[in-house]
């Protein structure tokens, strides 16, 4: 009879700066080692978790990625510059996290293309290198300093405490709305008594809304992405989600975040 092995969740963390620097340190003593052997001298490859569709498991909390892995070898056919864009990724997070800075996808493109140009042609392959780099460290993107430029607004029935102890009245902000940060390390502490939570894809609907005053009449939260979420605003939408809104649209979006890897769009 044949067994059956029994795979493993594999979640990344956040990971603080001097543990995601020790792990780098870690993989660098390891590349080493492979070089200063005494036979068999060879480039180390890179062990990934594999984030293919084949290597994922569906729980009650959603669709996650289990332990297979598979390796990157600078030696394969078309492997090389993709092994070292990686590196190269891990490299420049060692070093800003190093003197405590962030930098954005698009700041991190410029740098590996200021100082690497014959590696990097487009922006999608520093973000592959990126994906890359969290799937070996097994920690997110904010533990690497890596911020997603966020496009998102919130305005409603919500309270933001932020960092430094301000706050911010999403109700009293006028005509406007406020920006969602891209940086979501900072820890923000959500307070709200609203008992519905808008998701809208189109930003002129936002505004209407925005303008109506329609969290006055209807006590809800309003956010959009202006079209496809960024990261910033799936996390806020996420954390509104679950800060205890006791109404049925909240359980709705929560069962709608178990079922899929993306925020979905009401």
């Not at 070089?35 to 009650?60: F, H, Q, W, Y």
């Not at 097994?138 to 430029?149: Q, Y």
């Not at 996420?238 to 709608?256: A, P, Y």
Request: aromatic share 8%; net charge positive; glycine share 6%.
């Amino acid at each position: 009879m044949a067994m059956v092995q029994e795979r493993a969740m594999v979640l990344a963390d956040d990971a603080d700066p001097s543990e995601v620097r020790r792990r780098i340190e870690c993989l660098v003593k390891l590349f080493l080692k492979s070089l200063m052997a005494e036979k068999d001298v060879a480039i180390r490859p890179l062990s990934l978790v594999c984030r293919k569709d084949r290597n994922t498991g569906v729980d009650g909390d959603g669709i996650h990625l289990m332990d297979g892995t598979y390796e990157k070898d600078f030696t394969m056919k078309k492997c090389g510059k993709s092994f070292f864009r990686v590196w190269k990724v891990m490299e420049t997070c060692y070093h800003l996290l190093g003197i405590g800075k962030q930098l954005t996808q698009r700041e991190l493109f410029y740098k590996i293309l200021s100082s690497s140009g014959s590696y990097v042609t487009g922006q999608n392959q520093v973000n592959s290198a990126i994906q890359d780099a969290v799937a070996v460290l097994l920690c997110t993107r904010r533990s690497l300093g890596i911020l997603a430029s966020s496009k998102g607004l919130v305005v409603g029935r919500l309270v933001i405490e932020e960092h430094d102890g301000d706050t911010i009245d999403c109700s009293n902000l006028g005509s406007s709305a406020h920006p969602i940060s891209a940086d979501m390390n900072m820890r923000e502490r959500f307070y709200s008594d609203a008992r519905y939570i808008l998701v809208i894809e189109k930003d002129a609907i936002f505004q209407r809304l925005v303008e109506e005053r329609f969290f006055l009449k209807v006590p809800c939260i309003i956010i959009t992405g202006k079209g496809f979420p960024d990261l910033a605003s799936r996390y806020v939408n996420h954390v509104t989600c679950i800060i205890g809104l006791s109404c049925k649209c909240c359980d709705i979006l929560n069962d709608m975040l178990k079922l899929s890897k993306y925020t979905y769009y009401a």
